[in-house]
Structure formats: C-alpha cells, structure tokens
Nanobody
Framework: VQLVESGGGLVQPGGSLRLSCVAS????????MRWYRQAPGKERELVAG????????DSAASVKGRFTISRDNAKNMVYLQMKNLKPEDTAVYYC?????????WGQGTQVTVSS
C-alpha cells in the first residue's frame, strides 16, 4: 500500500488549495479514505472522509462548509478542496486508509496559512 500526497504550500488567509493523494497497492474503490492533519504540538485530527463509492462524505465541524473531500476511482485519487483557509488550518495533511485493521499513511504535505 502506498499513499502519496501533494498540493500543499503557503497561502494567505481566505485563500484556497486543493490537496491530492494517489493510492496504489490495494483495490482503491472498496475503501473509505480519510484526510487527517497535524499541527505543531497538537495531536493528529481527522479532517474528512469519503466512502468507497463517493456516495457519502464526513467532515470535522472545524472545516465543515470550507473543505470538500472527493475521489476519482478511475485514477485512484482522493482530493481535499480547501477554501477560506484560516491560520489555524496550518498543519501537515495526511492521506489515510484502514485495511484489515491496519492504518496506512502517506508522507504528508505541509499547508501553511499566513499573511
């Protein structure tokens, strides 16, 4: 299993970014995918999740209405569209999948929201 995130960067408050995660090594369309984030000195927190068929999404209260998770099963990709970014969104963002009780993580992509 391999997960590779991309799309992070430095953005001003109120700006937007789209994160991408390409997955390999498992049957992508069968699994619920998640985005987590971890800010300096804080625990990793769940940001959003999406079912295998993309029919249902879940998101944390802190990002609801600003972040949208989506996926393209033909490309084995999961995305996190982030709008109206705030300084408190600054964190390393990770793609995650749980398979047979084991969690798999990407290397993470840094998002910094600052003026």
């Amino acid at each position: 299993v391999q997960l590779v995130e991309s799309g992070g960067g430095l953005v001003q408050p109120g700006g937007s970014l789209r994160l991408s995660c390409v997955a390999s090594g498992f049957t992508f369309s069968r699994y619920y995918m998640r985005w987590y984030r971890q800010a300096p000195g804080k625990e990793r927190e769940l940001v959003a999740g999406i079912t295998g068929d993309g029919g249902r999404t879940d998101s944390a209260a802190s990002v609801k209405g600003r972040f949208t998770i989506s996926r393209d099963n033909a490309k084995n990709m999961v995305y996190l569209q982030m709008k109206n970014l705030k300084p408190e969104d600054t964190a390393v963002y990770y793609c995650n999948v749980g398979i047979w009780g084991k969690d798999y993580w990407g290397q993470g992509t840094q998002v910094t929201v600052s003026s």
